[in-house]
């Protein structure tokens, strides 16, 4: 399930088309989870896809975006704004 390093040959893809894949990766993960009771290995290999799922979601909405609704003006110390 970790596509991480296929990534790279893909073209760039919206932060919507990430959280996307990674809601289908967690579908399959929860699915595997049904399908019984999985042996310790299987049950650290799902936890590590869970870390890597919240590290991906985690760095996409932490990363530098343009801001798509921008304000008319930020006061000179940054806290105060007005649309």
């Known amino acids: 399930m970790d596509h991480r390093a296929t990534s790279k040959a893909q073209p760039h893809r919206s932060a919507a088309d990430e959280v996307e894949?990674?809601?289908l990766e967690l579908e399959q993960l929860a699915h595997f989870m049904r399908l019984g009771h999985p042996t310790?290995?299987?049950c650290?290999?799902?936890a590590d896809a869970a870390r890597g799922h919240a590290a991906a979601l985690d760095a996409l909405f932490r990363k530098p975006t343009r801001?798509?609704?921008p304000p008319a003006?930020?006061?000179p110390d940054g806290t105060k704004a007005v649309w």
């Open 21 to 23: 894949r990674i809601a």
């Open 40 to 42: 310790h290995a299987a």
């Open 44 to 46: 650290e290999r799902h």
């Open 67 to 69: 801001a798509i609704n």
């Open 73 to 75: 003006y930020l006061s």
